[in-house]
């Protein structure tokens, strides 16, 4: 989901039921809030993410659809306040937790430096590379493009092969 949303860790904790419109003609999720955990006090689901601009409504690939309908059938409440991802008693995991699990299940894999940001940051800089950024940083809630190219997008280094065949053309010798 992290990845088929570009949602934060917590956005994506966040998700209930009611946020969700699958019979739709594009199938999508509304990102509205964020898990919480603060010292001294119960985790919960705020009911507003990082900022206001974060509030969104985005597009669910086939993958992201076929996880949130896969989970959807181990659910046992069916509330629409309902987080679709919680503890078996139906609380909300804390961002940590997931955080640890994640790192162990890649450690087992032999897969190092996965964290739930770099999904974010994955699933941006493909955006990116085929929408643009404009596109990139509305799918991530950012009002100024420039935090998405400055923090998310990965650099493609690659400089457009063209370059080549116009320096022949400049300075090449004939056969």
Do not use: C, W
């Not at 955990?37 to 690939?61: F, I, N, W």
């Amino acid at each position: 989901m992290m990845l088929g949303t570009s949602g934060r860790i917590g956005e994506v904790l966040a998700i209930r039921l009611g946020d969700l419109d699958l019979d739709a003609p594009i199938p999508s999720v509304r990102i509205s809030g964020t898990i919480v955990s603060r010292k001294g006090e119960p985790t919960h689901r705020q009911d507003y993410p990082k900022t206001a601009r974060s509030v969104r409504r985005v597009a669910l690939p086939a993958f992201a659809l076929r996880a949130i309908q896969a989970r959807l059938e181990k659910i046992r409440f069916t509330h629409p306040d309902t987080l679709l991802f919680s503890t078996r008693v139906g609380t909300p995991h804390t961002t940590n937790n997931i955080r640890r699990q994640l790192r162990d299940v890649m450690q087992q894999a032999g897969v190092p430096d996965v964290t739930p940001h770099r999904f974010r940051r994955t699933a941006v800089t493909a955006i990116n590379e085929v929408g643009g950024l404009q596109l990139s940083s509305e799918l991530l809630g950012h009002s100024d493009p420039s935090i998405a190219r400055d923090h998310y997008i990965r650099r493609n280094e690659t400089v457009n092969p063209v370059t080549a065949d116009f320096l022949e053309q400049a300075f090449g010798r004939p056969a």
